[in-house]
């Protein structure tokens, strides 16, 4: 037997100091966990269970890639977020345990497609649209756990052109990444290679064409994305 067509290259990301890439499974992202982008959202920070959803994982952008604005969007947003890189997969995990489970950590962008975002929020329908589009998942280099340790505070900052957008801290996160490793276990089989994207901080905004949007989080580096024209 053999394939009808090639099947796609498995995304990785590469990892620091190394020439070891990192196969990308699945990418799962927390909704509004830091209280003052919940607010900035018109949505109330109290402490409910968090949710997800999902990017594919070939949605993954390399560092210092140039993306074209995408299609059916007027109002393309940047998110700074720090990226959970999983390394060995489990069901029903336990907050003393979800460390263990963990890779490495990079810095990443959940690009969105605010309008469309926000139109199915009122609708109630899927945010795939406005979440889920290509190349919606700038992610940087992971730097391994064996190397950084687990970053529970330090800065996670964006910029746009230089200007600052975002300055908030990690310990600031509403659901801790133990929290969000034990919560998401107890509903999905955790796999290895899979990513989650952990919120993001108040001050999200528009980006144009000719954009350049830098995100840092102290101990892990950089994140460029410069925005091209439509393709
Ligand atoms: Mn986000």
């Known amino acids: 037997m053999s394939y009808v067509f090639s099947p796609a290259p498995v995304t990785t990301v590469p990892v620091v100091g190394t020439s070891d890439l990192f196969p990308v499974r699945r990418i799962f992202c927390v909704g509004r966990n830091y209280a003052a ?7 109330d920070p109290d402490r409910e269970p968090p949710f997800f959803f999902t ?32 390394g060995r997969g ?21 690009l969105t497609r605010r309008d469309l975002q926000l139109k199915a929020r009122e609708q109630g329908r899927p945010w795939d649209w406005g979440k889920a589009f290509d190349r919606s998942a700038p992610i940087a280099p992971i730097h391994p756990a064996s190397s950084v340790g687990h970053p529970s505070s330090g800065s996670i900052r964006l910029t746009v052109n230089g200007e600052v957008k975002q300055d908030a801290d990690l310990q600031e996160l509403i659901w801790s990444v ?7 276990s107890h509903s999905m089989a955790l796999q ?6 952990t919120g993001t901080p108040a001050g999200v905004g528009p980006l144009v064409e000719g954009d350049v949007c830098v995100v840092t989080i102290e101990g892990l580096g ?4 410069t925005i091209g024209p439509r393709s």
């Open 90 to 110: 489990g069901v029903n995990i336990t907050l003393e345990n979800a460390l263990a489970h963990i890779y490495g950590y990079a810095v990443g962008n959940d």
């Open 55 to 86: 990017k594919p994982a070939d949605a993954v952008v390399a560092d210092e890639a140039t993306i074209p604005y995408p299609p059916e969007t007027e109002n393309l947003h940047y998110e700074a977020e720090l990226v959970v890189a999983i």
């Open 222 to 225: 950089d994140l460029t994305t």
């Open 192 to 197: 290895p290679g899979d990513l989650i994207m």
């Open 178 to 184: 133990p929290e969000i490793i034990s919560i998401l």
């Open 37 to 43: 982008h919940a607010r900035e959202m018109g949505r």
